[in-house]
Nanobody
């Protein structure tokens, strides 16, 4: 499985971005997906997750109400809409999928990872 994340960039505080993660190589609709992020000098942290059908989602407390995860299984793509961005959201954002349909919050439970896309929020 190959994952390609895109959509990152530089944005002012309060702005928005939409991240995309395109998957290839396997039956994408069978796999739950997740987004994680890693800021400089910090450990990678969970951001959001969505189950295989897209009916169940989960969010970190720090992003709930500002970020929205979704997926289009026909396009083998998962999205993360980032609204009301804050400087503390600055990080490399990684998408991941797991060989199972249920949501998970730990990065160790994901099997395939993309390279990441940089999100920088200026104050």
């Amino acid at each position: 499985v190959q994952l390609q994340a895109s959509g990152g960039g530089l944005v002012q505080a309060g702005g928005s971005l939409r991240l995309s993660c395109a998957a290839s190589g396997r039956t994408f609709s069978r796999f739950a997906s997740g987004w994680f992020r890693q800021a400089p000098g910090k450990n990678r942290e969970f951001v959001s997750t969505i189950n295989a059908s897209g009916s169940i989602t989960g969010y970190a407390d720090s992003v709930r109400g500002r970020f929205t995860i979704s997926r289009d299984n026909a396009k083998n793509t998962v999205y993360l809409q980032l609204n009301s961005l804050k400087p503390e959201d600055t990080a490399v954002y990684y998408c991941a999928i797991r060989d199972g349909g249920y949501i998970r919050y730990l990065d160790s439970e994901y099997d395939y990872w993309g390279r990441g896309t940089q999100v920088t929020v200026s104050s």
